[in-house]
C-alpha cells in the first residue's frame, strides 16, 4: 500500500476514533448534567465560548432532555418556542438563539433551585392589589414586578413605582423588540405588560418574584414557565366582590359594568389554578402567598 493511498485510510480510522471520543465525552458532559454537577447554562456558555470543543458539538435537543421533567415532546416544543431547528447544535446558534436559550436555562434554573415565580391573579376588586402590596411592604426580599400600562395613572400611582406609563407606540414597540414576558387587553380597554428581563435576572439570582396579572397573563406564563406557581385569590363570597367592586368608587358605573363582567368569566377559571386563597383577611392571605414564594425566614406569624 502506497503512502498515498494509505493516508486517507488513517485519516478516516482516527476521524472515527475522535468521533467516539467525542461522543463519550459529549456523554459525560450529559452525565454531570443529568447529576446536578454541571448547570446546563454552563455547559451551554462553555459551547458559545469555544464552539469547536465538547459541548460546542452537543445538540441542544440532547442538552435538553437531561433536565428533570423535559421528554422528548416538551424538548420539541421548548426549541419550537426557542426557534431553534432540533438537528441544531450548541456551537451552531446564532446570536438571537444563544440570547434566548441563554434565557430560558437562567429562568428554568432560577425556578428549580432558588428563586420561586408565583403569578397571582383573580377577578377584579378581590383585593390582588391590597394583597400585593402588602407583600411588597412586609417581604421586600419578594421582587413585585412593575408592568407596563398603556392606562393613565390614577392619582397617587407613581411611573416605575406602580406602573410603567407608556403610550400605544412605546407599548408597541416592547411588543415588537419581544420585551414582556406575557401581555394581555384587560377590560377590552388598555394594555398591560410583564417585562421580561427583570423577572429572569431576579429568578436567576435566586430571588422570588410575585406577578399580579389578569387570567390572560396568568395562562401566558402557564406556558411559557410550566415551574410557576399559579395563585387564584377567590373573595369571600360573590356578593362582597360586587360590594368591594362598587365601593371602591374609583371608575364610572359603564367601567364598574365592564369590570363585573370580567369578574365573572375570572371566577369561572379558577379551576386551571394550582392554588386557591380566600382573601378574607388581607394579611392571612399574603403570608400563604409568601409561604409559596419560599422566602428564607418567612413568613412570621407572630
Ligand atoms: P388596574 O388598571 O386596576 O391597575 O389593573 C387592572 C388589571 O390589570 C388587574 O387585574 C391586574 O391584575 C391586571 N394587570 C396588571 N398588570 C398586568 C400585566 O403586566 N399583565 C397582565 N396580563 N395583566 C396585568
Given at each position: 500500500?502506497?503512502?498515498?493511498?494509505?493516508?486517507?485510510?488513517?485519516?478516516?480510522?482516527?476521524?472515527?476514533?475522535?468521533?467516539?471520543?467525542?461522543?463519550?465525552?459529549?456523554?459525560a458532559?450529559?452525565?454531570?448534567?443529568?447529576?446536578?454537577?454541571?448547570?446546563?447554562?454552563?455547559?451551554?456558555?462553555?459551547?458559545?465560548?469555544?464552539?469547536?470543543?465538547?459541548?460546542?458539538?452537543?445538540?441542544?435537543?440532547?442538552?435538553?432532555?437531561?433536565?428533570?421533567?423535559?421528554?422528548?415532546?416538551?424538548?420539541?416544543?421548548?426549541?419550537?418556542?426557542?426557534?431553534?431547528?432540533?438537528?441544531?447544535?450548541?456551537?451552531?446558534?446564532?446570536?438571537?438563539?444563544?440570547?434566548?436559550?441563554?434565557?430560558?436555562?437562567?429562568?428554568?434554573?432560577?425556578?428549580?433551585?432558588?428563586?420561586?415565580?408565583?403569578?397571582?391573579a383573580?377577578?377584579?376588586?378581590?383585593?390582588?392589589?391590597?394583597?400585593?402590596?402588602?407583600?411588597?411592604?412586609?417581604?421586600?426580599?419578594?421582587?413585585?414586578?412593575?408592568?407596563?400600562?398603556?392606562?393613565?395613572?390614577?392619582?397617587?400611582?407613581?411611573?416605575?413605582?406602580?406602573?410603567?406609563?407608556?403610550?400605544?407606540?412605546?407599548?408597541?414597540?416592547?411588543?415588537?423588540?419581544?420585551?414582556?414576558?406575557?401581555?394581555?387587553?384587560?377590560h377590552?380597554?388598555?394594555?398591560?405588560?410583564?417585562?421580561?428581563?427583570?423577572v429572569?435576572?431576579?429568578?436567576?439570582?435566586?430571588?422570588s418574584?410575585?406577578?399580579?396579572?389578569?387570567?390572560?397573563?396568568?395562562?401566558?406564563?402557564?406556558?411559557?414557565?410550566?415551574?410557576?406557581?399559579?395563585?387564584?385569590?377567590?373573595?369571600?363570597?360573590?356578593?362582597?366582590?360586587?360590594?368591594?367592586?362598587?365601593?371602591?368608587?374609583?371608575e364610572?358605573?359603564?367601567?364598574?359594568?365592564?369590570?363585573?363582567?370580567?369578574?365573572?368569566?375570572?371566577?369561572?377559571?379558577?379551576?386551571?389554578?394550582?392554588?386557591?386563597?380566600?382573601?378574607?383577611?388581607?394579611?392571612?392571605?399574603?403570608?400563604?402567598?409568601?409561604?409559596l414564594?419560599?422566602?428564607?425566614?418567612?413568613?412570621?406569624?407572630?
Open positions: 500500500m502506497t503512502a498515498a493511498e494509505g493516508m486517507p485510510e488513517v485519516d478516516r480510522a482516527a476521524a472515527s476514533r475522535a468521533a467516539v471520543v467525542a461522543r463519550r465525552a459529549r456523554a458532559v450529559k452525565e454531570d448534567v443529568r447529576a446536578g454537577r454541571r448547570s446546563a447554562l454552563d455547559v451551554a456558555e462553555s459551547a458559545w465560548r469555544e464552539p469547536d470543543g465538547v459541548e460546542g458539538g452537543m445538540r441542544v435537543r440532547d442538552l435538553l432532555t437531561t433536565l428533570k421533567g423535559l421528554g422528548p415532546t416538551r424538548t420539541l416544543a421548548v426549541l419550537e418556542r426557542l426557534g431553534i431547528a432540533p438537528v441544531k447544535r450548541l456551537g451552531g446558534l446564532g446570536h438571537r438563539q444563544r440570547a434566548a436559550l441563554r434565557e430560558w436555562l437562567k429562568q428554568r434554573s432560577a425556578v428549580a433551585g432558588h428563586g420561586r415565580l408565583v403569578v397571582l383573580g377577578p377584579t376588586a378581590v383585593g390582588k392589589g391590597t394583597v400585593s402590596a402588602f407583600i411588597r411592604e412586609h417581604f421586600p426580599e419578594v421582587l413585585l414586578s412593575v408592568s407596563a400600562t398603556t392606562r393613565r395613572p390614577r392619582p397617587g400611582e407613581q411611573d416605575g413605582v406602580h406602573y410603567y406609563f407608556v403610550d400605544d407606540a412605546q407599548f408597541d414597540a416592547m411588543v415588537a423588540g419581544g420585551e414582556f414576558l406575557e401581555w394581555a387587553v384587560v377590552n380597554l388598555s394594555r398591560y405588560g410583564t417585562p421580561r428581563t427583570p429572569a435576572d431576579a429568578l436567576a439570582s435566586g430571588r418574584v410575585l406577578l399580579e396579572i389578569d387570567l390572560d397573563g396568568a395562562r401566558q406564563v402557564r406556558r411559557a414557565m410550566p415551574e410557576a406557581t399559579l395563585v387564584f385569590l377567590l373573595p369571600p363570597s360573590w356578593e362582597e366582590l360586587v360590594r368591594r367592586l362598587v365601593g371602591r368608587g374609583t364610572s358605573p359603564e367601567e364598574q359594568a365592564r369590570r363585573l363582567e370580567t369578574a365573572r368569566v375570572e371566577l369561572a377559571a379558577q379551576d386551571e389554578f394550582d392554588v386557591l386563597v380566600v382573601n378574607d383577611d388581607v394579611r392571612r392571605a399574603a403570608e400563604e402567598v409568601v409561604d414564594l419560599a422566602v428564607p425566614g418567612a413568613p412570621s406569624r407572630a
